[in-house]
């Protein structure tokens, strides 16, 4: 697997137009802006069975930073696909740079989700622990040590939950 920076990406697509650029974002995140060109084929539902490109086929793949894009990336190497190209910085660095885009409707990205989740349910549980039963602390022990799992994997379980979520969905 190759990265590419999208400042390249973008001029490799456009010296070469039948390269795909896959988003592998959830729909509402991609409803709300992507780089023109892409099309989307979220991380969650995600098979490289039913893809219909051929595996010696160029492909970039691209997210909002660049995780998930290199986790997909990996699938599709492991699943046979030989010449698969991650897009570093992903959508965010693709709009930083002032590459054409396509937006729509703004949408609240997966990554502020999580924190929103994981940090209500980390208040709640010290809030339930104080003043309703010792228990309590134990929901916020639990997010906490979720985030710690999914910071030294990079696996986020709270965020494939949310991204099944139906404002997350087409």
């Known amino acids: 697997m190759k990265n590419l920076h999208v400042q390249e990406c973008y001029n490799r697509r456009h010296l070469e137009p039948s390269i795909p650029l896959l988003d592998v974002r959830t729909p509402a995140e991609f409803r709300s802006v992507h780089a023109i060109g892409a099309v989307n084929h979220p991380m969650e539902s995600f098979n ?58 703004k949408v ?11 940090g209500s349910l980390i208040v709640i549980g010290a809030l339930v622990g ?20 999914a910071g030294v994997t990079d696996t986020c379980g709270m965020g494939m939950i949310i991204a099944k979520m139906p404002w997350n969905r087409a």
Not at 53 to 64: A, G, K, M, P, T
Not at 65 to 88: C, H, L, P, Q, Y
Not at 108 to 118: H, K, N, P
Not at 132 to 146: D, Q
């Open 48 to 105: 490289c069975d039913q893809m219909e490109y051929s595996r010696d086929q160029e492909i970039h793949v691209i997210c909002q930073a660049g995780g998930r894009s290199m986790k997909i990336s990996e699938k599709m190497e492991a699943g046979g696909f030989s010449n698969i190209v991650n897009i570093e910085g992903g959508t965010s660095a693709w709009q930083s740079s002032g590459l054409p885009v396509v937006t729509g409707k």
């Open 108 to 118: 609240m990205s997966l990554e502020r989700q999580v924190r929103i989740a994981a």
């Open 130 to 149: 104080q003043f309703v039963h010792p228990g309590g602390f134990g929901l916020s022990a639990f997010v906490g040590a979720g985030l710690v799992f």
